[in-house]
């Protein structure tokens, strides 16, 4: 055969592996997951998110966890926020990671085990305050973020179920939660929440979930304001060093204020322009009530249970398995929410922290393969002519 045509026979195979390859990557999937419902335990998928051919690619973790995926290396992707020492965070599955890097990816730690997750570690905790209001529940605290895997000094970002493709952050991220009248008070009976809001970084964290029975979930749980932070999303009074369970008022929406008597809505301006340097508004602490402190010993003691079984199956090199000795369990020590005790009523730190814009990383993926594609074939038509 001549060089020519056999040059032209590789172009037209070069050309017809490009284009016999998979239809263009999308962006969105079918069903956004704010719009899938599961039911837990019992009807949780193994994956959240199953769509293929998408930009940011596949999940990265699993929704299906239990014995077999509890510890330190879980990938779990199952989240809770039931009381003060029963709730999780969602942080990076490698050390020394940022927020915005890693938010697609972002793993479920909790405050105990039990249900296949990592278990934040003894010490992380450094002050946390649970609040239950009319529509929504809410932790916010202060925490050693290292010890969650996220990079000192990093401000960080914020994860919802939504993201700018709908998938979530993390995609596929699943959140249930007991402490809604749908439970009827039942601790094994779980509500899945449709709207959250979850803010790391900064050596501080707030997650908020509202009500799904609630008529304005997605408006306490709005999830646009990403660069203003906590002080804004869940205003709060929570004090480093106390651990603390107080009923409170719902906060205004975020975003919404009032000057002047008049309302007014915030619009958050694009990354593009720079860092946010000043506010419109300051935002209004909602009235607390029936605050209850307790001793950060007695509230994650299971964790800490943990964490001494690894030290010491490690020391003595034995593969006895008393790392996970969680049961699921609540502790049942936890008196009511009502009942009451003295509580200091002063401007909460935490308001001020986890600011830093949260980049929304829609993945190259599709962009690189086809360039390489494209390349491929001139190279083809180069080398063989």
Request: aromatic share 10%; proline share 6%.
């Amino acid at each position: 055969m001549p060089r020519f045509a056999l040059s032209l026979a590789f172009v037209a195979i070069a050309a017809a592996g490009i284009f016999a390859q998979d239809p263009p990557m999308s962006t969105y999937p079918a069903t956004p997951l704010a719009n899938k419902h599961f039911s837990y335990p019992s009807g949780i998928p193994y994956q959240a998110d199953t769509d293929t051919n998408l930009i940011r690619g596949a999940q990265s973790g699993y929704n299906l966890c239990n014995s077999t995926t509890e510890g330190q290396d879980s990938l779990c992707q199952t989240s809770f926020l039931n009381h003060l020492d029963d709730f999780c965070l969602w942080a990076p599955p490698e050390p020394n990671s940022t927020i915005a890097d890693t938010e697609g990816e972002e793993v479920a730690w909790c405050t105990k085990p039990g249900r296949g997750t990592r278990v934040i570690p003894p010490g992380a905790l450094q002050g946390v305050q649970y609040m239950r209001t009319p529509d929504y529940i809410q932790v916010v605290g202060f925490i050693d973020q290292t010890k969650v895997n996220i990079a000192d000094g990093d401000y960080g970002g914020e994860l919802d179920p939504h993201g700018a493709d709908l998938r979530g952050n993390p995609l596929g991220g699943l959140l249930f939660s007991n402490a809604f009248n749908a439970s009827n008070s039942d601790n094994n009976t779980f509500t899945q929440a449709i709207e959250w809001t979850n803010f790391m970084g900064g050596g501080s964290f707030c997650l908020k979930v509202c009500d799904p029975a609630g008529a304005h979930a997605a408006d306490y749980c709005q999830h646009i304001f990403d660069r203003i932070g906590c002080a804004y999303n869940a205003p709060n009074n929570a004090q480093n060093g106390t651990f603390e369970v107080c009923l409170g008022d719902n906060q205004d929406f975020p975003g919404v204020y009032t000057s002047s008597g008049t309302v007014m809505t915030y619009t958050q301006p694009p990354e593009s322009l720079g860092a946010i340097t000043t506010m419109p508004y300051t935002p209004v602490v909602p009235a607390s009530s029936s605050c209850t402190t307790f001793a950060s010993a007695d509230l994650y003691s299971s964790a800490a249970s943990v964490f001494s079984s690894i030290v010491t199956t490690t020391a003595t090199s034995t593969a006895s398995g008393s790392a996970k000795t969680g049961s699921g369990s609540g502790s049942g020590s936890l008196p009511s929410a009502t009942r009451s005790s003295s509580s200091a009523d002063v401007s909460g730190v935490a308001n001020g922290a986890s600011m830093g814009a949260s980049s929304m990383l829609m993945g190259s993926g599709a962009g690189a393969g086809a360039v390489i594609g494209l390349m491929g074939l001139l190279f083809s038509m180069t080398f063989l002519a």
